[in-house]
């Protein structure tokens, strides 16, 4: 997607992780903060579950329908594709759009099904590169600590073994891709979130001096 270098866009933020590392909960407190101090922000969901393509990955978490691998792979990248351009002109308008989830947990939840790494990044290569990758990653020590998973697909101890070793790779192969960082999300909420705040200020400060670019 070639855009051409605006003056002054938003930051476009990825914050990843493992289901109950807290991803929600610290996306909300970033909301407020961007808020309370008047930036120009808003909160883009993977899945975004309101969508006609997000009602059919609603229903396969819910296990109340049944899908191929590929064909669920597919879907949620068509998820972030159906959004992309909306995202491309808020950033340029100087939207700062922090994402929760993005093509990171798109590529390591197929693969750690067992589908290739490269067949699953394929189909996000040329969605908008985000300017800071945030992981929020926990021990399976600490995971353990905080109680038991919700009732969905994925929310099961081997599955998010195997998310979290994905996570471990991708995060190496695509070091030089955008900025990643890894915060230990079985830290406070309190510490957590002061340091994707610290992380978020300088994606803004990073995005004033270049364009987006894709991925
Ligand atoms: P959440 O609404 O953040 O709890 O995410 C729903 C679940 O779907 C969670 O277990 C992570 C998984 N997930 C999110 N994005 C993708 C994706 O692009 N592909 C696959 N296979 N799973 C995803
Ligand atoms: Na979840
Ligand atoms: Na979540």
Redesign the pocket.
Known sequence: MATPVPTSRGALIAIEGL?RAG??TQCDLLMERLQREGKKARLQ???D?TTTIGKM?DSY?KSTSQLD?HA??LL??A??WELAAKILADVNEGWTIIM????Y??????A??GLGYEYCRTPDTGLPRPDAVIFLDLSAADAAKRGGF?E????VPK?QRR?REMFQFMMEDVRDEGDWKVLDAGKSVEEVQGEIWGLVEKAEEFAKGTGLRSI
């Open positions: 289901d991803k929600s969901k993977f899945p579950r990955i978490l691998d669920i792979h949620f990248s998820n972030r929760d989830r993005y093509v947990s798109g590529v390591v939840f197929s750690a099904k919700g969905e697909r994925y929310e599955m998310v």
